[in-house]
């Protein structure tokens, strides 16, 4: 089986030394799924490769997720605009 550099990288910024279950859906602690919630839908982005793999790490490295930071950038861009 061919290694995945960034799955290693993710690991190692999470320090663990097992890697990740292939297709681990559950979410985080106690965190709702937003699949599930009607006030949310699914979008997609298109990101360069660097910057997507540098993305992962670091909110594997914040304990952050994709969804929460966009959510966050999302609005400050908002506030932003209304001045």
Known sequence: MKKNPL????????GDKAAPT???????????????????IQTTVYLPRTQHKALKVALIQDDLEFSDL????????LEGRQK
């Open 22 to 40: 292939a297709g681990a859906t559950e979410p985080k602690g106690d965190r709702p799924t937003k699949f599930k919630n009607p006030d949310y």
């Open 70 to 77: 966009i959510e966050q950038l999302i609005d400050q861009w």
């Open 7 to 14: 799955a290693a990288a993710l690991n190692k910024a999470r």
